[in-house]
Protein backbone atom coordinates (compact mmCIF):
# COMPACT_ATOMS: atom_id res chain seq x y z
CA UNK A 1 0.00 0.00 0.00
CA UNK A 2 2.91 2.25 0.63
CA UNK A 3 4.99 1.62 -2.26
CA UNK A 4 1.68 2.14 -4.48
CA UNK A 5 0.50 5.18 -2.61
CA UNK A 6 4.43 6.98 -3.27
CA UNK A 7 4.15 5.31 -7.16
CA UNK A 8 0.75 6.87 -7.82
CA UNK A 9 1.39 10.54 -5.52
CA UNK A 10 4.46 10.69 -7.77
CA UNK A 11 3.45 9.82 -11.10
CA UNK A 12 6.75 7.80 -11.39
CA UNK A 13 8.10 7.31 -14.81
CA UNK A 14 11.31 6.23 -16.21
CA UNK A 15 12.44 9.27 -17.28
CA UNK A 16 12.53 10.64 -13.50
CA UNK A 17 15.00 11.53 -11.64
CA UNK A 18 14.31 11.36 -7.58
CA UNK A 19 15.65 12.91 -4.74
CA UNK A 20 14.43 11.30 -1.77
CA UNK A 21 14.77 13.12 1.81
CA UNK A 22 15.69 11.15 4.82
CA UNK A 23 15.93 7.98 3.29
CA UNK A 24 17.24 6.44 6.28
CA UNK A 25 18.34 2.69 5.29
CA UNK A 26 16.66 2.76 1.68
CA UNK A 27 14.81 -0.36 2.49
CA UNK A 28 11.24 1.42 1.63
CA UNK A 29 13.69 2.42 -1.79
CA UNK A 30 14.66 -0.61 -3.25
CA UNK A 31 11.00 -0.95 -4.21
CA UNK A 32 11.25 2.15 -6.42
CA UNK A 33 14.51 3.27 -7.18
CA UNK A 34 14.31 1.23 -10.59
CA UNK A 35 11.34 2.96 -11.59
CA UNK A 36 13.32 6.17 -12.41
CA UNK A 37 16.07 7.20 -14.76
CA UNK A 38 18.31 8.23 -11.53
CA UNK A 39 18.04 8.54 -7.79
CA UNK A 40 19.39 10.18 -4.71
CA UNK A 41 19.06 9.42 -1.53
CA UNK A 42 19.41 11.44 1.38
CA UNK A 43 19.59 11.24 5.35
CA UNK A 44 21.30 12.74 8.10
CA UNK A 45 22.18 9.40 10.07
CA UNK A 46 25.51 7.72 9.04
CA UNK A 47 24.23 4.62 10.15
CA UNK A 48 21.60 4.35 7.83
CA UNK A 49 23.33 5.92 4.62
CA UNK A 50 26.60 3.49 5.40
CA UNK A 51 23.32 0.40 5.22
CA UNK A 52 21.88 1.59 2.11
CA UNK A 53 25.27 2.77 0.58
CA UNK A 54 26.41 -1.45 1.02
CA UNK A 55 23.24 -2.93 0.08
CA UNK A 56 21.75 -0.56 -2.65
CA UNK A 57 24.13 1.81 -4.04
CA UNK A 58 24.83 1.70 -7.70
CA UNK A 59 26.31 5.11 -8.96
CA UNK A 60 26.13 6.95 -11.29
CA UNK A 61 22.45 6.08 -11.42
CA UNK A 62 21.98 5.30 -7.82
CA UNK A 63 23.60 7.66 -5.15
CA UNK A 64 23.07 7.64 -1.08
CA UNK A 65 24.71 10.60 0.80
CA UNK A 66 25.15 11.66 4.36
CA UNK A 67 23.54 15.08 4.28
CA UNK A 68 21.54 17.48 6.28
CA UNK A 69 18.75 18.36 4.06
CA UNK A 70 19.47 21.78 3.93
CA UNK A 71 22.73 21.50 3.28
CA UNK A 72 21.76 19.51 0.12
CA UNK A 73 19.40 22.15 -1.04
CA UNK A 74 21.86 24.73 -1.01
CA UNK A 75 25.00 22.71 -2.58
CA UNK A 76 23.68 20.27 -5.14
CA UNK A 77 26.17 21.14 -8.10
CA UNK A 78 22.82 19.86 -10.98
CA UNK A 79 19.23 20.63 -9.26
CA UNK A 80 17.98 20.76 -12.77
CA UNK A 81 18.56 16.92 -13.13
CA UNK A 82 15.74 16.02 -10.67
CA UNK A 83 12.01 15.89 -11.46
CA UNK A 84 10.37 14.68 -8.50
CA UNK A 85 11.21 14.67 -4.42
CA UNK A 86 9.94 12.11 -1.58
CA UNK A 87 10.07 12.67 2.09
CA UNK A 88 8.02 9.47 3.85
CA UNK A 89 7.51 9.39 7.16
CA UNK A 90 10.21 12.22 7.93
CA UNK A 91 8.37 15.58 7.30
CA UNK A 92 7.05 16.12 11.00
CA UNK A 93 10.34 16.05 12.30
CA UNK A 94 11.21 19.23 10.61
CA UNK A 95 10.23 22.74 12.74
CA UNK A 96 7.60 24.84 10.43
CA UNK A 97 10.37 27.24 9.92
CA UNK A 98 12.35 24.15 8.01
CA UNK A 99 9.66 22.91 6.38
CA UNK A 100 9.32 26.35 4.61
CA UNK A 101 12.88 26.72 3.72
CA UNK A 102 12.92 23.01 2.41
CA UNK A 103 9.90 23.62 0.05
CA UNK A 104 11.03 27.05 -1.06
CA UNK A 105 13.80 25.86 -2.02
CA UNK A 106 12.79 22.96 -3.74
CA UNK A 107 10.70 25.38 -5.51
CA UNK A 108 13.49 28.28 -6.70
CA UNK A 109 16.32 25.71 -6.93
CA UNK A 110 14.51 22.85 -8.48
CA UNK A 111 13.31 24.17 -11.18
CA UNK A 112 12.69 20.92 -12.90
CA UNK A 113 11.06 19.32 -10.12
CA UNK A 114 7.13 18.65 -11.01
CA UNK A 115 5.72 17.19 -7.78
CA UNK A 116 6.51 16.08 -4.27
CA UNK A 117 5.01 13.36 -2.06
CA UNK A 118 4.93 14.04 1.20
CA UNK A 119 3.85 10.74 3.35
CA UNK A 120 2.62 9.45 6.73
CA UNK A 121 2.04 12.56 8.28
CA UNK A 122 0.32 12.49 11.81
CA UNK A 123 -3.12 14.58 11.74
CA UNK A 124 -4.07 16.59 14.24
CA UNK A 125 -7.37 16.37 14.20
CA UNK A 126 -7.36 12.74 14.43
CA UNK A 127 -5.08 12.46 17.14
CA UNK A 128 -7.55 10.88 19.43
CA UNK A 129 -7.97 7.81 17.10
CA UNK A 130 -4.41 6.98 17.71
CA UNK A 131 -4.20 8.22 21.80
CA UNK A 132 -7.75 7.43 22.85
CA UNK A 133 -8.35 8.54 26.52
CA UNK A 134 -4.81 9.07 27.14
CA UNK A 135 -4.15 12.23 24.84
CA UNK A 136 -0.68 13.82 25.63
CA UNK A 137 -0.31 17.49 26.28
CA UNK A 138 -0.39 19.94 23.30
CA UNK A 139 3.14 20.74 23.55
CA UNK A 140 3.90 17.20 22.88
CA UNK A 141 1.61 16.94 19.94
CA UNK A 142 3.38 20.17 18.50
CA UNK A 143 7.08 19.42 19.44
CA UNK A 144 9.01 17.34 16.69
CA UNK A 145 11.48 15.67 19.40
CA UNK A 146 9.03 13.26 20.18
CA UNK A 147 8.97 9.41 18.51
CA UNK A 148 5.62 10.71 16.50
CA UNK A 149 7.05 14.24 15.95
CA UNK A 150 4.52 17.36 15.02
CA UNK A 151 0.97 16.48 14.49
CA UNK A 152 -0.05 19.44 12.44
CA UNK A 153 -3.84 19.45 11.08
CA UNK A 154 -4.21 19.16 7.11
CA UNK A 155 -5.18 23.18 6.78
CA UNK A 156 -1.31 23.64 8.98
CA UNK A 157 -0.09 21.97 6.22
CA UNK A 158 -2.03 23.26 3.34
CA UNK A 159 -0.32 26.71 3.99
CA UNK A 160 2.60 25.33 4.94
CA UNK A 161 3.12 24.65 1.24
CA UNK A 162 0.85 27.14 -0.37
CA UNK A 163 3.69 29.64 1.43
CA UNK A 164 6.08 27.70 -0.22
CA UNK A 165 4.73 28.11 -4.02
CA UNK A 166 2.97 24.72 -4.22
CA UNK A 167 -0.52 23.13 -4.65
CA UNK A 168 -1.51 20.69 -2.54
CA UNK A 169 -3.90 17.47 -2.76
CA UNK A 170 -4.24 15.21 0.34
CA UNK A 171 -5.29 12.24 0.41
CA UNK A 172 -5.57 8.74 2.99
CA UNK A 173 -4.22 5.19 3.03
CA UNK A 174 -6.98 2.35 2.46
CA UNK A 175 -8.72 1.44 5.79
CA UNK A 176 -6.81 -1.94 6.01
CA UNK A 177 -3.17 0.22 6.47
CA UNK A 178 -2.40 0.74 10.33
CA UNK A 179 -2.01 4.31 10.39
CA UNK A 180 -5.24 4.98 7.60
CA UNK A 181 -7.75 6.70 10.48
CA UNK A 182 -4.83 9.29 11.80
CA UNK A 183 -1.96 9.86 9.20
CA UNK A 184 -2.59 11.39 5.87
CA UNK A 185 -0.55 11.91 2.45
CA UNK A 186 0.40 15.15 0.34
CA UNK A 187 1.05 14.99 -3.27
CA UNK A 188 2.63 18.72 -4.01
CA UNK A 189 2.22 20.34 -7.63
CA UNK A 190 4.28 23.78 -8.35
CA UNK A 191 1.75 26.49 -8.20
CA UNK A 192 0.69 27.81 -11.41
CA UNK A 193 1.62 31.60 -11.67
Not at 103 to 124: K, Q, S
Not at 136 to 141: C, E, F, H, N, T
Not at 170 to 179: E, L, T
Request: glycine share 6%.
Amino acid sequence: MILRAISTGLALRKTDTLLELACGNAALAQSYITSCQAYLGIDISPTLIAVAKTSFEAPPEIVFRCADVLDVLGAEPSPERFTKVLCYAAIQYFPDEMIVEILTGLHREFPNVARIFLGNLPDLERAGAFFGDALPPVDDLRSNETPIGIWRSQTEMGLLCDHSGWDAQFSRMPDPFYAASYRYDITLTRKRT
